[in-house]
Each structure stands twice: as C-alpha cells, then as structure tokens.
C-alpha cells in the first residue's frame, strides 16, 4: 500500500479532486472548533485532522514572518499558478476521513467533499475562492463579549502566539489572527487590541461573502450551535448537500462535547472576568454588530 499511495498522487489532477469543499469563515474563539469537530463526523466529508496553519504559511509568499505579506489578508493574486495547486496537492496528501484513515491509503482517488477551517481564513476568501472555485463557505458569529474574552484569555495564556518575532510590533507576543493594520495596535490595550481583530475579522468576512453568489454560503451562531446542535448541523447539512448519517445524528442528540482548543469550562457569563476593558471598546464594534444581526447574530441576556 505504501508504494501504491504515491503512485495514485503522482497520477492525479488535484485541481478536479475537491467537489464543493466546505470552509469554515469565523474570527478567532468564536467556536469554530467545535463546528469543525462535530461536522468532521460526517461520512461525507475529508479532513486534514486540524488546522491548515503549516499548509499555507510554509509557503514564505504567504507567510507574514517572511515579509513577503503584511499580514493574513490573502486576495486572488495571491494564488496565482503554482500556488494554487501547491495548496491542493498539500491539503490532498494529508486528507484523512472521520476514523481517521488517509485518503490515497483507502481507495483509488475519486473526487471528495473537504471540510477546511482556520480562523486566519477570515482574511482569505478571494484567495481559497481561488484555489477552490466551487467552494461552499459557513460563517459562524458569536456573542462579542464571551468572543472578546476568550481572545483576551488566549493572548493572556500565551499559548496562542502566531508571530513571536513581529519586526515592528512592540507589544507581547503576538497571537492569533494578524490583520491589516496591526502595526496601529502598537500602545493599545489587550482589550483594544482584540476589538480589533474581532472587528476586521467579520468585517471582511461580511465584504468579502458579498461577491459570491447567495447559495455558496450560509451562517450560523455559536449560541445556536451549543443550544440546538441537531436542528442547526442537519440545517448545515442540508445547505452543503451533506448526508446525516446514524453515527452523526447519535452525536448530536447529547450535548456538545468540548472542543480540543477549550481553556476553560464554558459559562454564559465567563466574559464578566474582564467586563470592565469589553465595555470600553464595544462601542466602536457597533457597526459590525449591526450587519451581523442582519444575519441573525444578537447578544446574549
């Protein structure tokens, strides 16, 4: 089998593999682990088993450390031949289906439904809508207080750092998502700083699902992925022409389990911690909040 997986890769057209891939669009903490993780049980769909970090950013053209970009925010040029069936080659070798077997290791290669999600594709629409054509997106929102305060957290933990050796960034090392504009964070609070991301993050996702036509994508929040997990996957399921299978509806019919990346057990009102700091910056999240609840996005009581 091991000479016969590198054979069927060596013989196959990448770019004709995919079938209406399925990406998952949020800001950073917003849940979308938990998303990926409970519709990874879909018999349907192949995985690469996490997150595509070390897939698109070992490519230096699209690594902000190298210099060669200023931050996450990837546009159709970006993905310009040959990067673009790099990327396909890259995400194909690693696909891996819900028990975990690799794709090339189980079958002849056939095209294959892909689910894909990263925070840092909050920026990369135009560039993924370039590498995968006939994608299928799923924006998930959540709650900005509860958002802000699992980003405040992660940059905190230090366990989130995405650019550890910024040139030009002045403050602790820097996490999770790397917008446009980050060097006028430099002086600004933690709080500041993650208002910032938050608000770019769904901002260019509301611009940039705006040059799509409207059946290529679908949104969601978080609350109603914790609160009614059957009813909102099968509504996603059917939206990405996806099958529910037994396994997956036994999944859904208990509570969520935690995802992989959660810090602390969940609480509606764990935000309180830092309160004070997330009162100060939602007011210029005001604007965004209110495109958001044009797709169904509220805060929580």
Same mark, same amino acid.
């Given at each position: 089998?091991?000479?016969?997986?590198?054979?069927?890769?060596?013989?196959? %057209?990448?770019?004709?593999?995919?079938?209406?891939? @399925?990406?998952?669009?949020?800001?950073?903490?917003?849940?979308?682990?938990?998303?990926?993780?409970?519709?990874?049980?879909?018999?349907?769909?192949?995985?690469?088993?996490?997150?595509?970090?070390?897939?698109?950013?070992?490519?230096?053209?699209?690594?902000?450390?190298?210099?060669?970009?200023?931050? %996450?925010?990837?546009?159709?040029?970006?993905?310009?031949?040959?990067?673009?069936?790099?990327?396909?080659?890259?995400?194909?070798?690693?696909?891996?289906?819900?028990?975990?077997?690799?794709?090339?290791?189980?079958?002849?290669?056939?095209?294959?439904?892909?689910?894909?999600?990263?925070?840092?594709?909050?920026?990369?629409?135009?560039?993924?809508?370039?590498?995968?054509?006939?994608?299928?997106?799923?924006?998930?929102?959540?709650?900005?207080?509860?958002?802000?305060?699992?980003?405040?957290?992660?940059?905190?933990?230090?366990?989130?750092?995405?650019?550890?050796?910024?040139?030009?960034?002045?403050?602790?090392?820097?996490?999770?998502?790397?917008?446009?504009?980050?060097?006028?964070?430099?002086?600004?609070?933690?709080?500041?700083?993650?208002?910032?991301?938050?608000?770019?993050?769904?901002?260019?996702?509301?611009?940039?699902?705006?040059?799509?036509?409207?059946?290529?994508?679908?949104?969601?929040?978080?609350?109603?992925?914790? %609160?009614?997990?059957?009813?909102?996957?099968?509504?996603?399921?059917?939206?990405?022409?996806?099958?529910?299978?037994?396994?997956?509806?036994?999944?859904?019919?208990?509570?969520?389990?935690?995802?992989?990346?959660?810090?602390?057990?969940?609480?509606?009102?764990?935000?309180?911690?830092?309160?004070?700091?997330?009162?100060? @910056?939602?007011?210029?999240?005001?604007? @965004?909040?209110?495109?958001?609840?044009?797709?169904?996005?509220?805060?929580?009581?």
């Amino acid at each position: 089998m091991q000479t016969d997986q590198p054979r069927a890769a060596e013989l196959l %057209n990448f770019s004709s593999l995919f079938d209406r891939p @399925v990406i998952i669009l949020a800001a950073p903490r917003s849940g979308s682990t938990l998303l990926f993780e409970t519709l990874a049980e879909c018999a349907d769909l192949w995985t690469i088993g996490g997150e595509s970090h070390q897939i698109i950013e070992s490519i230096p053209a699209l690594n902000p450390a190298s210099g060669k970009v200023d931050s %996450n925010r990837l546009d159709a040029g970006n993905a310009a031949p040959p990067v673009d069936e790099m990327i396909r080659r890259r995400f194909a070798r690693l696909l891996r289906d819900r028990d975990g077997q690799e794709f090339f290791r189980l079958r002849q290669p056939s095209r294959l439904r892909f689910l894909e999600k990263t925070p840092k594709n909050a920026l990369r629409l135009p560039f993924l809508n370039q590498v995968f054509p006939d994608a299928l997106y799923i924006f998930l929102f959540r709650d900005v207080r509860s958002n802000l305060s699992s980003m405040m957290e992660a940059w905190r933990s230090s366990g989130w750092k995405t650019y550890p050796r910024l040139a030009g960034w002045q403050g602790p090392p820097w996490s999770l998502l790397l917008p446009p504009g980050w060097q006028q964070m430099n002086g600004k609070t933690l709080a500041e700083i993650c208002a910032f991301q938050w608000r770019v993050a769904n901002w260019t996702i509301l611009h940039d699902l705006r040059e799509l036509p409207r059946d290529r994508w679908t949104s969601l929040s978080y609350e109603s992925l914790l %609160n009614e997990p059957s009813s909102t996957i099968e509504q996603l399921c059917a939206f990405a022409d996806l099958k529910v299978d037994a396994r997956l509806r036994s999944r859904l019919a208990e509570p969520l389990p935690l995802s992989r990346l959660t810090q602390t057990q969940p609480a509606a009102d764990k935000w309180r911690k830092n309160e004070t700091e997330i009162s100060a @910056v939602l007011p210029e999240l005001a604007a @965004v909040e209110a495109e958001l609840s044009k797709l169904g996005y509220q805060r929580q009581s």
